[in-house]
């Protein structure tokens, strides 16, 4: 029918994007008609790459979730490749945006970081797992760091750039915390800003250095033993 085709046509709207659209959660599904068309195809991949890494999602996948075809997707995004270089673009901005803000605001102290850290990792992770014990993937990027072989230069320098961006932002927010007086003077900051992994391995690519979207324990341990009472300042010393 004419309305069942509408949803292949391609619209000035559909090339443009749709700054509503981009700022919706990165891991919610939406129906094609919610935003346009280049827009819904970015998250479907976004979503099925989290869950089953880039080998597992094809163009039929996709096709079939926002009831398309096949070439609809290659006309706005051309080869698999990109349209997974965008996706990952998508994320690192937005992720790694969140991110950068909880830890690099000098207004907020170190404890509301890291509960705010917990919090945005819960979000995601129940987003995909919404019972709770799925066993889900829940990170773009650690699920596509496991496919090292399977991404192109690009897209692993990319990801080697968010964690690396995401560890400055910790360890800022450390030092944050020295100078504010929540940790002491002598606390080290730069180590406490790197995760256990990151700390045995300095210098490591590949794995979870620098990684919020990791496991959601180590991620409140790494922030979390900074105030532990071990290098408290004197805004702490009651």
Known sequence: SRRARRRFIVT?????????????????????????????????????????????????????????????????????????????????????????????TPEENLRKKVKATTVQNREAFMRVNPVG???????????????????????????VGYRRDIQASTILGMKQAVESGELRADAPAEDLGRPPAERRRV?????????????LDPVAARVERATDGQHLGRRHAA
């Open 133 to 159: 014990n799925e066993g889900n993937s829940w990170s773009l990027i650690t699920r596509l760091a496991a496919e090292w072989e399977a991404l192109d230069e690009p897209m692993r320098e990319r990801i």
């Open 12 to 104: 000035d709207e559909d090339r443009d994007g749709d700054e509503a659209a981009k700022a919706l959660p990165w891991l919610t599904p939406l129906p094609w008609h919610e935003a346009p068309m280049r827009e819904a195809i970015k998250r479907v991949p976004t979503r099925l790459l989290t869950l089953r890494g880039y080998r597992g999602v094809s163009y039929g996948d996709i096709a079939v979730e926002l009831e398309i075809t096949t070439t609809n997707i290659h006309y706005h995004f051309g080869p698999k490749s990109r349209l997974v270089a965008t996706a990952l673009n998508d994320y690192v901005e937005q992720a790694g945006g969140r991110y950068r803000k909880i830890w690099t």
């Open 203 to 215: 210098g490591r690519q590949v794995g979870g250095v620098g990684d919020p979207s990791g496991p």
